[in-house]
T-cell receptor, first 117, second 114 residues
């Protein structure tokens, strides 16, 4: 059982280039999330999805776009990369249900380290 | 909106000594509370969570946390740490009515020394 898989694990971009990070989960989770992790700032939510075909903005959505065409996949796109987007990106997923039954527990991928020069 | 403050960015501790990681939160509504751990070069995994009931919550690897509503705190403790506990620890909160979105603190890096 792979859980949450992120590709690529590492990427170096030049300013202005575009790229897509792919997140795939095999747990049939409804909810998926993209976070970025920066030193001293914890994880900040970029975008999230509560189901196939739906997306919503999180805390820091500017400069990013997302798509959830299939339930198991959640793509994060950078149309024109900037040095401020140098970060480690984490995808996570969780299932719906009652909080007491275990919903709200996120399963994380191993992360994608992006450097923008 | 809610926020989470982890008061210590780094905590060095000797092996077999106790450790406490402090977490304070602010929210105008009731929240659920979590601690996640991130081992080097890995994603985050759940240590423990508080949803309701007993304010003392036990998690994996001998960790426990105590919810204090009056002080809006959720401090994490372990009575005796191992080298393998070297990691970054994140406190997180979720509003009870906000679905599954978590707000994370800035993290506390624990370095266990032999």
């Amino acid at each position: 059982n792979a859980g949450v898989t992120q590709t690529p694990k590492f990427r170096v971009l030049k300013t202005g280039q575009s790229m897509t990070l792919l997140c795939a989960q095999d747990m049939n989770h409804e909810y998926m999330y993209w976070y970025r992790q920066d030193p001293g700032m914890g994880l900040r939510l970029i975008h999230y999805s509560v189901g196939e075909g739906t997306t919503a903005k999180g805390e820091v959505p500017d400069g990013y776009n997302v798509s959830r065409l299939k339930k198991q996949n959640f793509l994060l796109g950078l149309e024109s990369a900037a040095p401020s987007q140098t970060s480690v990106y984490f995808c996570a997923s969780s299932w719906t249900g009652t909080f007491a039954s275990g919903a709200n527990v996120l399963t994380f991928g191993a992360g994608s380290r992006l450097t923008v020069l | 909106a809610q926020s989470v403050t982890q008061l210590d960015s780094q905590v060095p501790v000797f092996e077999e000594a106790p450790v406490e990681l402090r977490c304070n939160y602010s929210s105008s509504v009731s929240v659920y509370l979590f601690w996640y751990v991130q081992y080097p070069n890995q994603g985050l995994q759940l240590l423990l969570k508080y949803l309701s009931g007993s304010t003392l919550v036990k998690g994996i690897n001998g960790f426990e946390a105590e919810f204090n509503k009056s002080q809006t705190s959720f401090h994490l403790r372990k009575p005796s740490v191992h080298i393998s506990d070297t990691a970054e620890y994140f406190c997180a909160v979720s509003r009870k009515a906000a679905g599954n979105k978590l707000t994370f603190g800035g993290g506390t890096r624990v370095l266990v020394k032999p």
